[in-house]
């Protein structure tokens, strides 16, 4: 191997021991900071559950209204189908009274 080569490889090896230090350094920083707001950590941990259940009973809750509502939706619609109904028995009789009253008795 040439002398070029191996000054190169030894600079690289320098380079990349420099990296890892550097590296340490940051996780030595991480953990540092971890120990010192490990309550701070576990006190929004705890409040992050616990906002986690609250949003599931709310969806939960959604879930259940959203049957409900569906369910009012279809005793809506046999309203609506029997007030046609009455709608078109009414339209005859007025159809039908209108002619009653048009007989010469009526007259």
Same mark, same amino acid.
Request: aromatic residues 2%; without cysteine; charged residues 35%.
């Given at each position: 191997? #040439?002398?070029?080569?191996?000054?190169?490889?030894?600079? @690289?090896?320098g380079s990349m021991k420099e *990296?890892?230090? #550097?590296?340490? %350094?940051?996780?030595?920083? =991480? @953990?540092?900071?971890?120990?010192? $707001?490990?309550? =701070?950590?576990?006190?929004?941990?705890?409040?992050? @559950? %616990?906002?986690? #259940?609250?949003?599931?009973?709310? %969806?939960?809750? $959604? #879930?259940? !209204?959203?049957? /409900?509502? *569906?369910?009012? /939706?279809?005793?809506?619609?046999?309203?609506?189908?029997?007030?046609?109904?009455?709608? /078109?028995?009414? /339209?005859?009789? *007025?159809? *039908? !009274?209108? %002619?009653?009253?048009?007989?010469?008795? $009526?007259?």
């Open positions: 191997m #040439s002398e070029a080569k191996l000054d190169l490889i030894l600079n @690289e090896i *990296d890892i230090g #550097s590296l340490k %350094a940051g996780q030595e920083k =991480l @953990e540092k900071g971890q120990k010192e $707001h490990y309550g =701070l950590i576990q006190k929004n941990g705890v409040a992050i @559950e %616990a906002l986690h #259940s609250d949003v599931k009973a709310v %969806a939960e809750g $959604h #879930s259940v !209204l959203f049957n /409900k509502i *569906d369910e009012v /939706k279809e005793l809506v619609r046999g309203v609506d189908d029997k007030v046609e109904e009455k709608r /078109k028995v009414v /339209k005859d009789i *007025d159809r *039908d !009274l209108k %002619a009653h009253v048009k007989l010469p008795v $009526h007259a």
